[in-house]
């Protein structure tokens, strides 16, 4: 199951620089691209707002 980043988002970077498949992307908040992400929760711990769940 992907993750996917909610609402709670501050578009800090972390998450983005933890991904080792770069499926994070930039914008308002940060959005996961399903089709890159591998699961493997490094996002999810980065997170210092926990606004990674998953789908």
Do not use: F, L, W
């Not at 620089?17 to 890159?36: N, R």
Request: proline share 4%.
């Amino acid at each position: 199951m992907a993750y996917r980043i909610t609402d709670k988002c501050i578009a800090c970077g972390i998450c983005k620089d933890e991904c080792p498949v770069e499926a994070i992307s930039e914008g308002d908040i940060y959005v996961i691209d399903q089709e890159k992400c591998i699961e493997c929760g490094a996002c999810v711990t980065a997170c210092p707002n926990e606004a990674i769940e998953e789908e």
